[in-house]
């Protein structure tokens, strides 16, 4: 079975300060995550000075304050990533960031990147996806706000483009996700419909959503963390904190063992349990040499070390070879 891809989504959780950046690095990487993801923009590229704030980021920040305003103030120059780039190297974790323009994609490019996140909010944005898609790189692509139409447009730009290594992500973009609305079964919906690995962006409180969409099926997992939920800004009250992260990781791994190849067979953990919780056809009373065995003086007990009772009609109408005391296992 392949490894799932484990992504700890940092995002704009490190409020414009590059030592909470790194702090967040240490934290995916102690969890065990594959990659720690930020994103990449230039607010004026992105956003209109008209552009309102989400009703989710309306509740946990100023409310005075414009979405080109709150973005300006989370937005990381382009100098910033290639430092985090190399300390993800140095703490042994992939760094992605996610593109919300042209130019920032175009300089992700240029500092080497192992893959790309098209999120949400950018499927339908026909310039970026053709950009994205002339680089050749993997492409995870987020389908939260959309109908399935509109993932098989976007599908189609990048395939047209020639890149046919894309992974869909199940998401719900509200923060945090009612368990109502969460809809795991899409994720399967998305693989049958597209024939494409499938995976799910998390928004949900806790880690049993993303537990649960590994055992359907998902090959990549990305949920945002923070170091502490408490603290300003729009996505930390949906993120998970550096305990549960580790915990979910953790989690993962284990389904992702017990999940096994899908063959039935007997594992080497329980093969010496077989005798003892199976049983053996044994003496109901005492038997005599001579007498035939019938339903009243046989009778099935463990351990399972004799004649399988599986045998029992072979057993059935046999003569004693020999006296059997009662519980005494029975021989031909």
Same mark, same amino acid.
């Given at each position: 079975?392949n490894?799932?891809?484990?992504i700890?989504e940092?995002?704009?959780?490190?409020?414009?300060?590059?030592?909470?950046?790194y702090s967040l690095?240490d934290?995916?990487?102690?969890?065990g995550?594959d990659y720690?993801?930020f994103?990449?923009? *230039?607010?004026?590229n992105?956003?209109?000075k008209?552009?309102?704030?989400?009703?989710?980021?309306?509740?946990s920040?100023?409310?005075?304050?414009?979405?080109l305003e709150?973005?300006?103030?989370?937005e =990381?120059p382009?100098?910033?990533?290639?430092?985090l780039?190399?300390?993800c190297?140095?703490k042994?974790?992939? =760094?992605?960031?996610?593109?919300?323009?042209?130019?920032?994609?175009?300089?992700?490019?240029?500092i080497g990147?192992d893959?790309i996140?098209i999120?949400?909010g950018?499927?339908t944005?026909?310039?970026?996806l053709?950009?994205i898609?002339e680089?050749s790189?993997?492409v995870? %692509?987020?389908?939260?706000m959309c109908e399935m139409q509109?993932?098989?447009?976007?599908?189609h730009?990048?395939?047209?483009k020639g890149?046919?290594?894309?992974?869909?992500?199940h998401c719900?973009?509200?923060?945090p996700?009612p368990m109502? !609305?969460?809809?795991?079964?899409?994720m399967?919906?998305?693989k049958?419909?597209?024939?494409?690995?499938?995976?799910l962006?998390d928004?949900s409180?806790?880690i049993?959503?993303?537990?649960a969409a %590994?055992?359907?099926g998902?090959?990549v997992i990305?949920?945002?963390?923070t170091?502490?939920?408490a603290m300003q800004?729009p !996505?930390h009250?949906?993120?998970v904190e550096?305990?549960e992260?580790c915990?979910?990781?953790?989690s993962i791994?284990?389904i992702?063992?017990a %999940?096994?190849?899908g063959?039935?067979?007997?594992?080497?953990?329980?093969?010496?349990?077989?005798?003892v919780?199976?049983?053996?056809?044994?003496?109901?009373?005492?038997?005599? *040499?001579?007498?035939? =065995?019938?339903?009243?003086?046989?009778?099935t007990k463990?351990?399972?070390?004799g004649?399988?009772?599986?045998?029992?009609?072979?057993v059935?109408?046999g003569?004693?070879?020999r !006296?059997f005391?009662?519980d005494?296992?029975?021989?031909?």
């Amino acid at each position: 079975m392949n490894k799932t891809l484990i992504i700890a989504e940092a995002g704009v959780n490190h409020n414009g300060e590059m030592d909470l950046a790194y702090s967040l690095i240490d934290v995916a990487a102690k969890a065990g995550a594959d990659y720690v993801k930020f994103q990449t923009w *230039k607010s004026e590229n992105v956003i209109s000075k008209f552009a309102p704030k989400a009703e989710y980021q309306k509740e946990s920040t100023d409310a005075d304050e414009s979405l080109l305003e709150m973005e300006k103030k989370l937005e =990381f120059p382009f100098e910033n990533f290639l430092p985090l780039k190399n300390y993800c190297h140095k703490k042994g974790i992939g =760094f992605i960031s996610t593109p919300f323009d042209l130019e920032s994609a175009l300089f992700l490019f240029s500092i080497g990147v192992d893959l790309i996140k098209i999120p949400s909010g950018e499927i339908t944005n026909l310039p970026l996806l053709e950009v994205i898609a002339e680089h050749s790189r993997p492409v995870i %692509l987020s389908t939260g706000m959309c109908e399935m139409q509109e993932i098989a447009a976007a599908i189609h730009i990048l395939q047209s483009k020639g890149n046919n290594k894309i992974t869909l992500l199940h998401c719900n973009t509200h923060y945090p996700t009612p368990m109502r !609305d969460v809809n795991l079964r899409a994720m399967q919906t998305l693989k049958e419909r597209f024939e494409l690995p499938v995976g799910l962006s998390d928004h949900s409180l806790g880690i049993e959503v993303p537990i649960a969409a %590994l055992a359907l099926g998902a090959v990549v997992i990305e949920k945002h963390f923070t170091l502490n939920r408490a603290m300003q800004g729009p !996505d930390h009250k949906a993120s998970v904190e550096p305990d549960e992260l580790c915990n979910m990781v953790k989690s993962i791994r284990n389904i992702e063992l017990a %999940l096994g190849s899908g063959e039935k067979h007997v594992t080497e953990s329980e093969r010496g349990n077989i005798a003892v919780a199976r049983k053996s056809i044994v003496a109901a009373k005492r038997i005599s *040499k001579g007498q035939v =065995f019938s339903q009243d003086n046989i009778t099935t007990k463990r351990p399972g070390t004799g004649i399988s009772p599986m045998k029992w009609y072979d057993v059935l109408g046999g003569v004693a070879k020999r !006296d059997f005391q009662e519980d005494e296992m029975i021989d031909l």
